[in-house]
């Protein structure tokens, strides 16, 4: 086992994930070291995570004095990433706002544990082809992605036979599909196992995070969309499983923690014992459920799914659309069931182009925020 301190950077440091992977480095300290420390408008996290880690960089929106940054150089992010002394780069960004440290990151040869759905959503053969060129590596930080890493473990590609993801249904899975149109923001954030940021809490409600996960597992894995499944499990035991050509299936269960999947992927290929992650009692649960999603009542999924197989641009719009959707829901512009509306309005009116061009990629996210703000104000 190598037991010198592992550099490590986090980009989205005062996010869900970002604030968890250093509750998991104060945990595992002093086999970790925080280089640095990257955020966006939350600076006074930022200052508060500075004076506790005393990071050599730290990056964010705004200008921070010194005192602020406990002494740091404040740098962009695609520099922090660079640095010599990181070792592991956490992704811990939300959407399209981490995507050119993610490709600097592995251009300089960085392990970068991926927590950004939509980064390599808009622009995966950007990242495989940044990871390849520069000896990069990816390890996935989201739950249901390290499920099948980690199934995957020792296993030949070639024997792989189906990926299923599992989807809990979200804070709104037993909310009659008559009513979704009048249910508030505060009633979708309120997940019954996860804790997650806001933008990925109500696409669990919509189950857009699970057509993301589809198209990111494509990439991770190198597997067609065509034989990557969701799968319904309300309990969020079994974060997702793996099928091979013997029709043997692995699982990896767990406690709902997001603690296990960062620790998993700033540890390996060791194993660490943790006193934060609760310890799964099969005995005391009465039954695990499974069942296939209704497409009808999670129209975000479907859409999703078509979009990855579509590939192209229309992910990056995919994306993009949905983001502006949530926060407009969020912000209390429009309503539930609206925000599939913007997506399918935005992928209709999209003329896609190849996805091997970062400034193709941005502007199909641009093009797609200003046009879902179009079709929410014509439909207002």
Request: one cysteine or more.
């Amino acid at each position: 086992m190598d037991h010198r301190v592992t550099g490590v950077a986090v980009l989205g440091c005062t996010g869900s994930v970002g604030t968890q992977t250093l509750d998991v480095i104060r945990a595992l300290a002093p086999r970790f070291r925080v280089i640095a420390l990257a955020a966006g408008r939350n600076t006074d996290l930022l200052a508060a995570q500075a004076h506790e880690f005393r990071p050599q960089l730290v990056a964010a929106s705004a200008p921070l004095d010194t005192e602020q940054r406990s002494g740091a150089c404040q740098v962009p992010a695609t520099e922090v990433v660079q640095h010599p002394d990181v070792d592991i780069v956490v992704a811990a960004t939300a959407g399209a706002a981490g995507l050119e440290a993610l490709l600097a990151a592995l251009r300089a040869g960085k392990i970068v544990a991926l927590a950004n759905k939509e980064a390599l959503v808009m622009a995966g053969a950007l990242v495989r082809a940044a990871a390849q060129s520069g000896g990069g590596e990816l390890r996935p930080v989201d739950s249901e992605h390290s499920a099948i890493w980690q199934c995957l473990w020792g296993e030949p590609a070639a024997g792989i036979s189906r990926l299923i993801l599992t989807a809990s249904g979200g804070a709104l899975r037993d909310v009659p599909e008559a009513e979704l149109a009048a249910v508030t923001p505060e009633r979708a954030l309120r997940h019954p196992t996860w804790r997650m940021g806001q933008k990925v809490t109500i696409d669990s409600a919509t189950l857009f995070n699970k057509g993301l996960e589809t198209i990111e597992a494509r990439w991770l894995f190198d597997v067609p969309v065509e034989r990557i499944d969701v799968l319904m499990h309300r309990e969020s035991i079994v974060h997702s499983l793996v099928e091979f050509t013997d029709r043997s299936v692995k699982a990896q269960l767990g406690m709902p923690s997001m603690l296990l999947p960062i620790q998993c992927a700033l540890t390996y290929p060791d194993r660490l014992p943790s006193e934060l992650v609760p310890r799964l009692d099969l005995a005391a649960l009465t039954a695990l459920h499974f069942a296939a999603p209704d497409l009808g009542r999670y129209p975000c999924l479907a859409l999703a799914m078509e979009a990855g197989r579509q590939g192209q641009t229309y992910p990056a719009v995919l994306a993009a659309a949905d983001e502006v959707a949530v926060t407009a829901f969020v912000e209390g512009r429009i309503g539930f069931t609206a925000i599939p509306q913007v997506i399918e309005g935005a992928l209709e009116a999209h003329q896609p182009s190849a996805d091997d061009d970062l400034s193709a990629i941005l502007d199909a996210d641009a093009w797609a925020r200003r046009v879902a703000w179009e079709l929410m104000v014509g439909a207002a």
